[in-house]
T-cell receptor, first 115, second 113 residues
Framework: DGGITQSPKYLFRKEGQNVTLSCEQN?????MYWYRQDPGQGLRLIYY???????QKGDIAEGYSVSREKKESFPLTVTSAQKNPTAFYLC??????????????FGSGTQLSVL | AQSVTQPDIHITVSEGASLELRCNYS??????LFWYVQSPGQGLQLLLK??????LVQGIKGFEAEFKRSQSSFNLRKPSVHWSDAAEYFC???????????FGTGTRLQVTL
């Protein structure tokens, strides 16, 4: 079945540590996104990528980094510079082919907590 | 800048009762509007979307929403709620590309039996 796979489901970070969240899709979508979800704050865009080897900052990119070396993969690194990383992280993808496909497909998320 | 307001943080309805979740948006041009649903610990699933045309849009699971430009609203409705509809619902507005979607803070729906 086609879809988006996020791993791990739960992740713990120690002080000063960088951690990487995985996002893989087999939908053949060009665009991929990372959102951060905090209780009562909805979803906020961290980074997005419209095409391989290109990505743009979203609204809250500080303390995060991404790469897009393959169409299928869009990993997110939470660096030690992110002082409040505890949140639920959602990866999404979109088919950019036609306007009628303007919808996001979401993974099942990664819960990141600080030890 | 675009924005979305969902004024109700938490709503409780009885199974079989009707439901309306409110969404107000702010955007200068004709918006692209979406409703997504999220079960606990899961990603979001699209319920319905509005781009243009008929202002009453039908979605999955028996949901519908009506775009009212004069009120800047896109309220979600369902005539008879089922216990499985308990979840969190997010309204979102876009400028034509999903990369610029702005989400509301969500409304948590509880269904009593």
């Amino acid at each position: 079945d086609g879809g988006i796979t996020q791993s791990p489901k739960y992740l713990f970070r120690k002080e000063g540590q960088n951690v990487t969240l995985s996002c893989e899709q087999n939908l053949n979508h060009d665009a991929m996104y990372w959102y951060r979800q905090d209780p009562g704050q909805g979803l906020r865009l961290i980074y997005y990528s419209q095409i391989v080897n290109d990505f743009q900052k979203g609204d809250i990119a500080e303390g995060y980094s991404v790469s897009r070396e393959k169409k299928e993969s869009f990993p997110l690194t939470v660096t030690s510079a992110q002082k409040n990383p505890t949140a639920f992280y959602l990866c999404a993808s979109r088919d950019t082919g036609t306007v009628s496909n303007e919808k996001l497909f979401f993974g099942s998320g990664t819960q990141l907590s600080v030890l | 800048a675009q924005s979305v307001t969902q004024p109700d943080i938490h709503i409780t309805v009885s199974e079989g009762a009707s439901l309306e979740l409110r969404c107000n948006y702010s955007y200068g041009a004709t918006p692209y509007l979406f409703w997504y649903v999220q079960s606990p610990g899961q990603g979001l699933q699209l319920l319905l979307k509005y781009f243009s045309g008929d202002t009453l849009v039908q979605g999955i699971k028996g949901f519908e929403a009506e775009f009212k430009r004069s009120q800047s609203s896109f309220n979600l409705r369902k005539p008879s709620v089922h216990w499985s509809d308990a979840a969190e619902y997010f309204c979102a507005v876009g400028a034509g590309t999903a990369s610029k979607l702005t989400f509301g803070t969500g409304t948590r729906l509880q269904v009593t039996l």
